[in-house]
């Protein structure tokens, strides 16, 4: 009888729990992330921790801001040009240095120039605190105000501080260039990527 009374108890325990939302059988078999949009996920990942190696190993002071930094965003971007038109558009990730949160994210620009081709390079942004990061991430940060910014400081080089609370790095396969192009530039949440 007692043994009884003890398998009813467990049982009964069991249901509270369930109930209470602290033991599901769902739990167990939860469905796991789209594999596809992982492999997404993780190809960008390795894509932005190459950038940032190679950057770190060429440029000290790359590394002296980035300890520094709250957090980072490195994209790689296909910048085309036509006669009279040029655009760009890439992909990339945001990440929280502090609590290692990501964003996945896509970037465009256009704008009226001459330029014929294809070319292929990659953008790190460093933002210097938190409050400009987490407005990266959301979605709601215009990169003119900081290429205005930058542009009126005559002398400084935007790869050499934080300019605005940001800093940019635009590396091709020739190496790093002095001045990041991001005028006009628009950084969104890639809501297919996350």
Do not use: C
Not at 12 to 29: F, I, K, R, T, Y
Not at 66 to 93: C, E, P
Request: proline share 2%; glycine share 14%.
């Amino acid at each position: 009888m007692a043994i009884r009374h003890s398998f009813v108890g467990i049982i009964s325990v069991g249901m509270l729990l369930s109930g209470a939302g602290l033991v599901s059988a769902q739990d167990e078999h939860a469905p796991t992330a789209d594999p596809e949009l992982q492999a997404r996920q993780m190809e960008i990942d390795a894509r932005s921790q190459v950038v940032l190696d190679d950057l770190f190993a060429t440029n000290e002071t790359a590394k002296s801001l980035f300890d520094q930094a709250a957090g980072y965003a490195v994209f790689a971007v296909t910048k085309a040009g036509g006669f009279l038109i040029t655009g760009a558009g890439g992909s990339g990730v945001a990440v929280n240095k502090g609590t290692g949160s990501r964003v996945y994210m896509r970037m465009g620009s256009g704008g009226v120039g001459f330029g014929l081709g294809a070319q292929r390079y990659n953008l790190v942004v460093m933002f210097e605190d938190v409050p400009y990061l987490e407005r990266f991430m959301d979605g709601g940060w215009d990169s003119s105000a900081t290429a205005q910014a930058a542009a009126g400081q005559e002398g400084i080089n935007l790869t050499s501080s934080f300019i605005d609370g940001v800093a940019f790095y635009q590396i091709t396969d020739k190496g790093l260039i002095a001045i990041a192009d991001v005028a006009g530039t628009r950084f969104g949440v890639a809501d297919t990527l996350n």
